[in-house]
């Protein structure tokens, strides 16, 4: 009996920490368990002797912590997708499994640089975690979800680190913690301990000054208003519905304006109607901006000739419409189909275009806002991400680098029920407001809509 436990502990506290660790993420939302959950695998994986058996343990991780964060995926494939229970199962246990390479990684490079006991263990492992969540949100296109900085984005204080290095950053230092701790355990060490406190008080102590600290140049005040019209994805998908649906938007949109915005946003998905193929969109939407004096940001599909759509955002102002935003990272499996042949039942779940193609590199929307009440129009230059892009910190940072004052993403989330999506999703775009110092405007069909201040205070929620 005494003989066999080292060999199942590795793999147990695999399973152990990747449960806790899906706990510090929405829907459960207990952060403190960011630093502390990976602390069992860790110690486990400082003493183990077997680079496959660290591996397996990797796969166990990721496994258990993706398959209780993604549960969504099954309302999305049995209910739109219109397959069976096994397939949404199967679904959510192969996307897991593929996930599951990056701690797999992790953990046997881990036991493979050093021997066992080493302190080197517990030193490589905060940085292979980075390399992972670098590579788990670029390779194959990426999937940047639930990157561990997202855990704290109700606190402020603790992810204001990110204007240095991003969510990366900000993950990096919640590992690291949590090797410390594992190393304090371990190794009987003291010093890791006192080593882990006093990392944790200087970035507590950086945010507090961070926050405190003035913004830089505060610019022109705008009004905006977003749009939530909780419309769900049953009655979106229903062709007797799409005209009440139109009308209810316009309706709330036509209220909205009689405040005297500057901006109106308009989530994904939120018209059943183009603009370039609708005369009635484009006399709706040109009458509200000309009455309200205003500018509306909507999601819309764009052409091209040779049957080339786009998933696009579109900004009219009463001057005019500006050249669109054409969106640079498709949700596979929801705006294309990779490997057709194989996933074939997938195109169920897709929305009324099964393809659409995707821009090379991210644009700006610009016009004029007001006049304000000081009789002035204010320039705006908008970096736009739609749908589940935002959460790809190098689409929002090109973006500011080519002159965004502001962020705003729209997003249909109505497809995910209560799985938690919401809230991930949320989670997710929080950090681009922190990282590059702009306020965030996001607008949901049913939510979550919410505005954040450029260091990652949610000012105001409309929640799902």
Known sequence: ????????????????????????????????????????????????????????????????????????????????????????????????????????????????????????????????????????????????????????????????????????????????????????????????????????????????????????????????????????????????RRAANYVAVIEQARKTAAERPDLIVLPESALSVYWESSAVLRRDLTELASSCRCALLFNDVGTEPGERYYNVARLLTPEGMGTPYRKVHLVPFGEYVPLPRIFFFVRQVSTEIGEFSAAKEPALLRGKLGPNPENKSVPISIGTGVCYEILYPLLSWKQVRDGANLLVTISNDSWYGAGGAQAQHFAGAVLRSVENGRYLLRAAITGISGIVDEKGRILAELPA
């Open 1 to 240: 009996m005494t003989a066999r436990r080292p060999r199942w502990r590795t793999l147990v506290a695999g399973v152990f920490s990747g449960a806790l660790f899906a706990l510090a993420f929405p829907p459960f939302e207990l952060p403190l368990l960011a630093p502390l959950a990976l602390v069992p695998w860790i110690a486990a994986l400082s003493t183990e002797e077997k680079r496959a058996r660290g591996l397996v343990s990797g796969i166990l991780f990721g496994l258990t912590y993706w398959c209780l964060s993604i549960p969504w995926i099954f309302y999305v494939v049995t209910r739109f997708g219109s397959q069976s229970g096994t397939m949404g199962a199967l679904s959510v246990f192969l996307l897991a499994m593929f996930l599951a390479q990056w701690p797999a990684l992790v953990a046997w490079a881990t036991v493979a640089i050093a021997p066992p006991r080493s302190r080197w263990r517990f030193v490589v492992f905060p940085f292979l975690w980075l390399a992972s969540e670098h590579a788990r949100a670029n390779v194959y296109g990426g999937f940047p979800w639930n990157m561990t900085g997202a855990a704290l984005y109700r606190h402020p204080l603790w992810i204001q680190s990110a204007v240095l290095w991003g969510v990366y950053g900000v993950g990096f230092l919640v590992v690291a913690v949590s090797a410390l701790l594992a190393a304090s355990a371990v190794r009987r060490s003291g010093r890791a301990l006192v080593f882990a406190g006093v990392l944790a008080l200087v970035v507590g102590a950086a945010g507090a000054f961070l926050l405190a600290r003035p913004s830089k140049g505060a610019g022109n005040p705008i009004f905006v208003a977003l749009l939530q019209p909780n419309i769900p994805q049953e009655s979106r998908l229903l062709e007797k």
